[in-house]
């Protein structure tokens, strides 16, 4: 099968990890015969430097063009001062808004491997498989009226929290298409003692969830959210939730497995390419040393085998490949609780294509012998 991917690296080890991505959507298209072509653009802070704006025009091209899109990270201490429309997270907004990329999901599921690297006890940990689905283009982050100004004299600061109806529709049933296929559980987290918002986001939760019969609808408080997650988070499914609420329980999910550094995301659209990065941020301490977890980037291009382009036995074959050189002890820095075997990045990436190369090898001798 031919597709085409383009590649958006971003700044600090968004250059590194999605390097390693490639390399290893390179092996998988050797092992399965397929042909994957990588178009390469500028976003976040580079994207400044060099066009002068965080999302040029020809990036946003360049996307449309292509199959799907895949993102390292944005951002880093050079660009922080800069007006808000000349940050790189600026760039990463636009682009969500311009594949119109309404649906994140993040999968947050405990490898044995890692057990050590969790600061939960393994009762807590063991078994934890739920998935987060962000709303990504409506909420805080893009609402309306937005910015600074001077009222009555005093400096102010205004953001919106806006949600149409159709809008929290669309993420609740794709929160429930997705549970269907599951534990058939869906928590739908929402701050509806106090937001208006929040109340229409429950009504239409309700609504929706009648069209799903065999799937179980719960509601919760944001911050009820925040502590289920660390109390009890084998309770979940799948937890559906507005954009920043997603963006904040998402980084706090990530160290019940071991590390941010391991979490893939697939951000969808209805119709064009869909948008896959690692939830990370650029970690600039450590960007340019060769030392940074590749893995979430490396799942995030399973997400995209799975979910555009329907390679369903080749992205299990990244995953297994990931958790066998895991559970070989292979550790890169951000894994260091609990000892290991201490990796860099590139480093990390051979073993994993090295591991996909033996899985598919064998599966092919076993396909020419069955
Ligand atoms: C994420 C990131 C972004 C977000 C930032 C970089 C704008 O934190 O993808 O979670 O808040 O969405
Ligand atoms: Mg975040």
């Not at 000892?339 to 591991?355: L, N, P, Q, R, W």
Request: glycine fraction near 8%; proline fraction near 5%; aromatic fraction near 6%.
């Amino acid at each position: 099968m031919k597709k085409t991917i383009a590649v958006l690296p971003g700044d600090g080890v968004g250059k590194e990890v999605t390097k390693g991505a490639v390399e290893v959507l390179k092996a998988v298209a050797n092992c399965f015969d397929h042909e994957f072509e990588f178009t390469y653009g500028l976003v976040g802070g580079e994207a400044i430097d060099k066009k002068g704006m965080p999302f040029p025009e020809a990036t946003a091209e360049m996307c449309q063009q292509a199959d799907a899109v895949l993102l390292g990270a944005v951002g880093g201490p050079k660009w922080d001062s800069n007006p808000p429309h000349l940050r790189p997270e600026k760039g990463l907004l636009a682009m969500r808004k311009a594949l119109d990329v309404y649906a994140n999901l993040r999968p947050v599921s405990f490898s044995p491997s890692l057990i050590d690297a969790s600061p939960l006890k393994r009762e807590y940990v063991e078994g934890v498989d739920f998935i987060i689905v962000r709303e990504l283009l409506g909420g805080l982050y893009f609402g309306e009226p937005r910015g600074r100004n001077v009222e009555q004299g005093e400096e102010t600061a205004v953001d919106t929290l806006v949600y149409k109806r159709s809008e929290i529709e669309r993420i609740i049933t794709t929160a429930f298409e997705i549970a269907s296929k599951r534990k058939k559980k869906v928590t739908s987290v929402d701050k509806a003692n106090v937001l208006e918002s929040s109340r229409l986001w429950r009504e239409v939760a309700e609504e929706v969830a009648k069209k799903y019969p065999d799937v179980t609808l719960d509601h919760m408080l944001v911050d009820s959210a925040a502590m289920q997650l660390i109390r009890n988070p084998k309770q979940f499914d799948v937890v559906v939730t507005e954009n920043m609420f997603g963006d904040i329980l998402s980084d706090e999910a990530s160290v019940l497995t071991g590390s941010l550094g391991m979490l893939p995301s697939a951000s969808l659209s209805m119709a064009g390419p869909s948008l896959y990065e690692p939830i990370h941020g650029s970690a600039p301490d450590i960007a340019g040393q060769n030392k940074a977890n590749p893995i979430a980037a490396v799942l995030s291009a399973a997400m995209m085998l799975r979910h555009s382009f329907q390679m369903e036995e080749e992205a299990r074959v990244i995953e297994k490949a990931v958790e066998q050189v895991l559970s070989a002890g292979y550790r890169t820095a951000d894994l260091s609780v609990g000892g290991g075997h201490f990796i860099s990045t590139a480093k990390m990436v051979e073993e994993i294509i090295d591991a996909i190369v033996d899985d598919s090898a064998i599966s092919k001798i076993m396909t020419c012998y069955s």
